[in-house]
């Protein structure tokens, strides 16, 4: 059973930083294909990041030069580091795993419950 547990979230001002974190269980890490969505009120889930198993890296272009994600496969753990927070990137961003053999499939991937970044103006 996959499990994603997410965790670091919170509120901070305009212009500031956040990292948040995702840990991993019930998968082999190291084959799976990670990565953050997020969903703002009202909102559809958009792609925020994936990293592939070799670390190869996809951001959507209103991240971009913004957050970085990263992956510690010894920790089955993933992060996102949030710089030059705007009050538009406020939602609750979700934890996603999929295995890279079906990668191209995203609804096999799994979900974490999420955690909400709030960024104040």
């Known amino acids: 059973q996959v499990q994603l547990v997410e965790f670091g979230g919170g509120l901070v001002q305009a212009g500031g930083s956040l990292r948040i974190s995702c840990v991993a269980s019930?998968?082999?890490?190291?084959?799976?294909?990670m990565g953050w969505y997020r969903q703002a009120p009202g909102e559809q889930r958009e792609l925020v990041a994936l990293?592939?198993?070799?670390?190869?890296?996809t951001y959507a272009d209103f991240v971009k030069g913004r957050f970085t994600i990263s992956r510690e496969n010894g920790k089955s753990t993933i992060h996102l580091q949030m710089n030059s927070l705007k009050p538009e990137d406020t939602a609750v961003y979700y934890c996603?795993?999929?295995?890279?053999?079906?990668?191209?499939?995203?609804?096999?991937?799994?979900w974490g419950q999420g955690t909400q970044v709030t960024v104040s103006s």
């Open positions: 996603y795993a999929v295995p890279l053999a079906v990668a191209q499939h995203p609804d096999l991937g799994s």
């Open positions: 019930g998968i082999i890490f190291s084959t799976y294909v």
């Open positions: 990293i592939t198993p070799g670390s190869s890296t």
